[in-house]
């Protein structure tokens, strides 16, 4: 993304004929084109500070886990497992987080077991995602059903946690929560059935500016993934 300016060496300005100088001619129109590049220096110079200037794209993915399994109700919600639909899916978000080129560098996930286990499938599917700093964050579970309180939640957590040098974070966790956070994040509306991300990117300095949800929009890209069940 960054601009680059190509300097020719050893290139006449003052003439378009060609240079002889015991070396194979150059043609006029390579000399030209030569010449444009070499009499760019100094705007170039500011156009590379300017483009240098400009704050580097942020991605926020909010990923709801995997469909859970309900076989056993003798389990605590915090500890039922995926189903096998549920694991099926995962492979299939990891998958194409990763042909999109949507790998963090860094996941905030639940410590529920559903959303461990959808981090597990994940790391072992696609080897970005095991590359990543992972951080489990319990309060994801209890936060999520806590009516309007999970962006301003996931706002502290990613603040705390992000560095500036770090452009794709992944927070997984729970419905409702996710989707009203991710819907608070964009103005519109936004629906996560299970194992659906909402993909949002947003130009940024720095994850503090960015992430408030009283400051610009950010853009979701409006992904599904999965067999879209609840």
């Known amino acids: 993304m960054n ?3 190509t300097v020719g060496v050893g290139t006449c300005l003052s003439t378009s ?13 390579l000399l030209r084109r030569r010449r444009r590049c070499l009499m760019i220096g100094a705007e170039t110079e500011v156009e590379l500070a300017a483009s240098e200037a400009q704050p580097a794209s942020r991605r926020l993915i909010l990923l709801r886990h995997a469909k859970s399994s309900w076989q056993h109700p003798s389990l605590r919600d915090h500890d039922r497992p995926l ?29 529920a077991l559903r959303t461990r286990e959808t981090l597990n499938i994940m790391q072992e599917e696609a080897r970005g995602f095991l590359e990543a700093e992972v951080h ?13 309180q999970t962006a301003e939640h996931l706002q502290r957590t990613i603040c705390h946690y992000s560095r500036d040098e770090l452009f794709t974070i992944m927070c997984m966790g729970h419905n409702r929560g996710w989707e009203e956070a991710a819907s608070m994040f964009t103005g519109a509306s936004v629906e996560l059935k299970t194992c659906n991300a909402a993909l949002l990117e947003a130009p940024g300095k720095s994850w503090e500016e960015k992430i408030s949800i009283y400051r610009k929009r950010w853009f979701n890209h409006n992904v599904s993934f999965g067999k879209l069940q609840r």
Do not use: E, H
Not at 136 to 148: E, H, K, P
């Open 3 to 5: 601009a680059s300016a």
């Open 17 to 29: 004929k060609p240079l002889s100088i015991g070396l194979t001619p150059v043609p006029i129109c």
């Open 83 to 111: 189903s096998k639909t549920g694991r099926v899916d995962a492979v299939t978000v990891s998958r194409k987080l990763q042909r999109m080129g949507w790998i963090p560098q860094l996941i905030l996930c639940s410590d």
């Open 136 to 148: 489990f964050i319990s309060s994801y579970y209890s936060i999520a059903a806590m009516d309007g």
